[in-house]
């Protein structure tokens, strides 16, 4: 089990205020969306962060939430490159099935690249 200290998770909000898609977004709620429907897992899962992932998931934050494009966080993760967070994804359940607006299953991204 990993477990994100307060100070980490606070240092990934004052990283992700300052994202032009996040900004004037009440990140003090783990549960919020930017204008696209991104969560804060998405942008975890892009950065590769299974601490904040973990914290996310254990407040709530849904896993299969499609954001911008249809994406998944597991869609996000995987075609960043975040191979540890889309593991962690998939263990804890993250739905593979589920098309993005361009059709394409999370791990088909993988294919792409």
């Known amino acids: ?6 100070n ?9 205020i300052t994202y032009p898609d996040w900004i004037g977004v009440d990140v003090s709620d783990k549960l919020a969306c930017n204008s696209y429907g991104d969560t ?10 299974v601490d904040m992932i973990e914290e996310l998931l254990n407040h709530g934050v849904p896993i ?5 494009h249809g994406y998944t ?3 996000e993760a995987v075609e960043q490159g975040s191979y540890l967070s889309a593991l962690y994804l998939i263990k804890m359940g993250a739905d593979l099935s ?3 607006d361009f059709g394409q299953k999370p791990l088909e991204l993988l294919v792409i690249k």
């Open 1 to 6: 089990m990993i477990i994100a200290r307060n």
């Open 8 to 16: 980490e998770f606070d240092v990934f909000i004052k990283d992700v």
């Open 40 to 49: 804060l897992l998405h942008v975890a899962a892009c950065q590769d962060r």
């Open 64 to 68: 299969n939430k499609k954001g911008e």
């Open 73 to 75: 966080a597991l869609h």
């Open 98 to 100: 589920i098309l993005n």
